[in-house]
């Protein structure tokens, strides 16, 4: 005679492995996705330096040709001329450096988002309602007294992969 009680069961284990199968492909697909996206931030942020870079060389190239020019113009006309070079220099990477962070922002949100949906998706993966919080508390209490497993489902009458679903659950194994 089949014994139905331990069927549904051995349904239940299998949707659920099917569900935690599909979440970490779900997952591994979304991490392609990210690293992707951090692949481009990083590229961004070398084209940055490099934009830096010549910025640097194109103030010093212009120090020194205020220096060469300095005997001829005043104090007041360097300092402008200095103020002049350095914004027009800085005003490129500052619009980079707004670009990437509303960048960095929107992949942000993206995970946020991703991370609310996966964890509303496993708060709804039920416990098998054979499995209730008094077998709980009774299963680490016994497993914590050092008895084994196949003695805790024998004497609770609940199947020993149970029993190890529930010590998994609260880490005790």
């Not at 979440?23 to 992707?36: E, G, H, I, N, P």
């Not at 990083?42 to 910025?55: C, G, T």
């Not at 103030?59 to 001829?72: A, F, K, P, V, Y």
Request: overall charge negative.
């Amino acid at each position: 005679m089949i014994d139905f009680h331990q069927f549904h069961i051995e349904y239940v284990v299998v949707v659920m492995a099917l569900i935690i199968l599909y979440l970490l492909y779900y997952v591994y697909t979304k991490d392609a996705q990210y690293s992707r996206n951090i692949r481009s931030v990083a590229s961004v942020v070398e084209d940055l330096n490099r934009e830096l870079f010549y910025l640097k060389k194109n103030l010093s190239d212009t120090q020194n040709g205020i220096q060469e020019n300095s005997q001829r113009m005043s104090d007041a006309e360097i300092y402008q001329e200095i103020e002049r070079s350095v914004y027009d220099m800085v005003q490129p990477l500052s619009m980079g450096i707004k670009q990437l962070q509303e960048n960095i922002n929107a992949i942000d949100v993206a995970m946020q988002s991703r991370i609310s949906e996966l964890e509303s998706g496993v708060k709804q993966i039920s416990i098998p309602t054979s499995v209730h919080g008094n077998d709980d508390e009774k299963i680490i209490s016994l497993f914590k007294q050092g008895v084994g497993l196949e003695t805790i489902s024998k004497e609770l009458r609940i199947s020993q992969p149970e029993v190890e679903f529930v010590l998994k659950i609260n880490k005790l194994k």
